[in-house]
Nanobody
Framework: VQLQASGGGLVQPGGSLRLSCAASGFTLDYNAIGWFRQAPGKEREGVSCVSSSDDSTYYADSVKGRFTISRDNAKNTVYLQMNSLKPEDTAVYYC?????????????????????WGQGTQVTVSS
């Protein structure tokens, strides 16, 4: 099982990036996929989630209306489209996968259960 996150970079405030999480060794369609981020000196934060169990999605309040998670089953890839980026979105972003439980279950459980993680991609929002 491997996850490869990519698509990070340097962008000005108000700009957009699309992160990709490509999976190998398993089928994303049968799992929950989460995007997380960790900024320097801060705890890791759950940003977004999509689950095959009920097609549920989750967005942290801080990104609602700006970020969109989507899945391309043919490419075995999950995307995170990030629009209207803010300096506070600066962080290393990780994708992870877990059993196909609803995203709400993972949120209530503190995101425990995401067992496989990608290597992270840096997103920097700065003028």
């Amino acid at each position: 099982v491997q996850l490869q996150a990519s698509g990070g970079g340097l962008v000005q405030p108000g700009g957009s990036l699309r992160l990709s999480c490509a999976a190998s060794g398993f089928t994303l369609d049968y799992n929950a996929i989460g995007w997380f981020r960790q900024a320097p000196g801060k705890e890791r934060e759950g940003v977004s989630c999509v689950s095959s169990s009920d097609d549920s999605t989750y967005y942290a309040d801080s990104v609602k209306g700006r970020f969109t998670i989507s899945r391309d089953n043919a490419k075995n890839t999950v995307y995170l489209q990030m629009n209207s980026l803010k300096p506070e979105d600066t962080a290393v972003y990780y994708c992870a996968t877990g059993a196909p439980l609803p995203c709400a279950v993972y949120e209530l459980g503190g995101w425990v259960g995401f067992d496989y993680w990608g290597q992270g991609t840096q997103v920097t929002v700065s003028s």
